[in-house]
């Protein structure tokens, strides 16, 4: 009976909803006398290597939960996920897909783009305090008080910041060091620079989404884009990639969109990129950092997977 609804719910799966989508082995509920199989995609994805131009590979991207199949025992259908829902879920896990792929390459390059001169330009801020703590050891509320009312208040906010991170915590009478900001001191032997740059990587891989959505920071946002539109690729072929600048602002073009800024800006943002080997370059390609994409593959497995919301 089980191939039976089987060979069921995969006919009305190819009628339906097309070649894209495909069914899982269907369950018997036996309280309701029903079968119920599960709607999924194995997405194809297609890679461009550009060492091999004429080759075209293809990956498929699973994508689960989109939808169900409902059959009687007699093998009647029921009830089945509209066909436009299943897309919308489609379009769903493919955005969550990018989304994550972007938080992965977050994580691992964080050191790496932390860097940047524009995100150290940035987050001068962040600095003033490291400095101000590695003096003082203290910054007074009395003294961030005696500001004007804009600037205490934008201080008040990166201090809130670093102290949801344990970088600094709050005293009787002001801001000290924290534990985040001890243990990485100790890592770099209290070496000013070094430190800096850790804790700015630590913010970048912690709360990289505050930075834009509380303090308005876009800045290091195309470094984010371009270095993810990459190594999501890479991701999907499970191996370093290769693309010429062509291919690159193409890929760039489909993932974000055709802005005139962005495309007078991509060499640079690409050979900031290769400088602080979050990319490597050679032979007229660009191609992925082999301990950053290392990371990124395990980050990737230690995921859930890709699945739009349960209804």
């Known amino acids: 009976m089980e191939i039976n609804a089987m060979s069921a719910v995969r006919k009305y799966a190819i009628h339906h909803y097309g070649n894209l989508i495909s069914v899982s082995k269907p369950e018997f509920d036996a309280v309701n006398k029903t079968w119920i199989a599960e709607i999924k995609s194995d997405y194809p994805r297609i890679i461009r290597d550009d060492h091999s131009p004429n080759e075209k590979t293809i990956k498929l991207l699973s994508l689960r939960r989109l939808g169900t199949i409902k059959l009687k025992e007699n093998l009647d259908i029921i009830d089945a996920t509209p066909r436009d829902m299943c897309v919308e879920k489609i379009d769903y896990s493919l955005n969550m897909w990018h989304e994550r792929a972007e938080r992965i390459v977050i994580k691992a390059s964080s050191d790496r783009l932390a860097h940047i001169d524009d995100a150290r330009w940035v987050l001068g801020k962040i600095g003033t305090i490291i400095s101000r703590l590695k003096l003082k050891n203290i910054i007074l509320d009395r003294e961030i008080d005696a500001l004007s009312v804009k600037e205490a208040t934008k201080l ?72 993810s539109c990459y190594y999501r690729s890479a991701l999907e072929a499970d191996r370093l990639i290769y693309w010429n600048y062509n291919t690159f602002t193409d890929r760039y073009v489909l993932s974000y969109g055709n802005k005139p800024k962005m495309r007078f800006r991509l060499p640079y943002i690409l050979d900031e990129l290769v400088n602080v080997d979050a990319l490597e370059y050679e032979d007229n390609c660009y191609f992925g950092n082999e301990k950053l994409f290392s990371r990124m593959q395990s ?4 995921m859930n997977e890709l699945a739009a919301p349960r209804a």
């Open 156 to 227: 008040k906010q990166y201090l809130q910041l670093l102290e949801s991170l344990e970088i600094v915590r709050h005293i009787d009478d002001g801001y000290s060091y924290g534990n985040t900001f001890t243990e990485l001191s100790a890592q770099v032997n209290n070496d000013y620079h070094k430190l800096s740059s850790s804790i700015l990587s630590h913010i970048i891989r912690e709360r990289y989404s505050a930075l834009r959505e509380i303090f308005g920071i876009s800045q290091l946002e195309p470094f984010v884009h371009v270095d």
């Open 299 to 302: 980050l990737k497995y230690e």
